[in-house]
């Protein structure tokens, strides 16, 4: 059964940077599609950085040339690194793990994860 952990976040001003982790286990492949949603109060899930199988990766337009997706195969570990943080990034992020996703250009389809993390929060003062 996969499992995924996330660590990081935290508190950060305007114009910070902060770096999040999902470490995965459970799966003995090292190809596998990692998304990062998150949720802000009163917001909507959204789907903002994906990671596919084959390292490909996708980010929506609010986030791109800010975020950055990344794996440690070694680690088994795939890392978000969040720049140029503004208020409107606070939200409780998570990853979503999906085995059959290789190639990205999108955000995958909600039903095709498989396991969730449990969250971590970013929040972004002025």
């Known amino acids: 059964q996969v499992q995924l952990v996330e660590s990081g976040g935290g508190s950060v001003q305007v114009g910070g940077s902060v770096r999040i982790s999902c470490a995965v286990s459970?799966?003995?492949?090292?190809?596998?599609?990692i998304t990062w949603f998150r949720q802000a109060p009163g917001k909507e899930r959204e789907g903002v950085a994906v990671i596919g199988g084959d390292d490909s990766t996708f980010y929506i337009g609010s986030v791109k040339g800010r975020f950055s997706v990344s794996r440690d195969s070694a680690k088994n570990t795939v890392y978000l690194d969040m720049n140029n943080l503004q208020p409107e990034d606070t939200a409780v992020y998570s990853c979503?793990?999906?085995?059959?996703?290789?190639?990205?250009?999108?955000?995958?389809?909600?039903?095709?994860?498989?396991?969730w993390g449990q969250g971590t929060q970013v929040t972004v003062s002025s």
């Open positions: 979503a793990f999906a085995s059959s996703v290789l190639n990205v250009r999108n955000i995958p389809p909600v039903g095709l994860f498989e396991a």
């Open positions: 459970g799966y003995r492949w090292q190809s596998y599609c």
